[in-house]
């Protein structure tokens, strides 16, 4: 464990991510996540496709070709409106990694990188090991999930934060197994479904 993983999987790093729920406030609104056992049951499925997704490509794009990696992550995202939110937390994430690590390469990424591609690019520059590349994006995504369930559903605190807990096993085992440099991963059609609806309501507290 470093300092730097744990500032850069620090939810107050200001990446934007607090501003998207990824589907998640229309699952609440349609009434298919009412209560916490729903919230674990969609936390375990954004993890073994979207968290397990994002540290494959975060990790790959330490020292891969990132013009192709935000290619093939773009054709990987179904949804357009996840793809958009994908892109404009990969402009945040920018913004602040810019600042703080002012000699990394960023003129090599894309002119709108997703924010995979971005996470991988910061991570090197803090430098993480692929590991910890891949724990900081899988802690990501629960952390991200939770905390809009947390906002959404008024739930316990307390019992967000045990749940988080239980599934720090299952975060090592995806972050383990996203090192292993296989981009291909599975989908998750609700989430897809349920973002392109939310992209649709003109009142929303989040932006996606």
């Known amino acids: 464990m470093t300092a730097a993983l744990l500032l850069l999987a620090d939810g107050r790093f200001p990446a934007g991510g607090h501003a ?5 406030e229309a699952m609440v609104a349609s009434g298919r996540v009412r209560d916490l056992d729903a919230v674990e049951r969609v936390l375990i499925g954004r993890l073994r496709t979207a968290g397990l997704m994002t540290a494959a490509f975060a990790v790959a794009a330490r020292d891969g070709d ?5 290619a ?5 995202t179904a949804s357009p409106a996840l793809r958009t939110a994908s892109r404009r937390q990969g402009r945040a994430l920018l913004r602040a990694a810019r600042v703080i690590w002012p000699d990394a390469p960023w003129v090599r990424l894309p002119a709108q990188p997703h924010q ?7 991570a090197a520059a ?3 090991t692929d590991d910890r590349t891949a724990l900081a994006a899988v802690h990501g ?4 999930t939770a905390s809009a369930a947390l906002r959404l559903l008024g739930l316990d605190p307390f019992a967000v934060q045990a749940l988080l807990i239980r599934l720090a096993p299952e975060l090592d085992a995806l972050a383990a197994e996203a ?3 296989d981009l291909a991963r599975g989908a998750a059609p609700l989430t897809d479904l349920s973002a392109e609806l939310h992209a649709t309501w003109e009142v929303r507290l989040f932006a996606s």
């Not at 998207?20 to 998640?24: C, F, Q």
């Not at 093939?72 to 990987?76: C, H, P, Q, S, Y």
């Open 179 to 181: 090192v292993k440099g």
């Open 141 to 144: 995504v629960a952390t991200a």
């Open 66 to 70: 990132p013009d192709r990696l935000d």
């Open 126 to 128: 803090a430098g993480l």
């Open 116 to 122: 995979p591609i971005v996470l991988g690019f910061a």
């Open 20 to 24: 998207h729920s990824h589907g998640l």
């Open 72 to 76: 093939e992550l773009d054709a990987r």
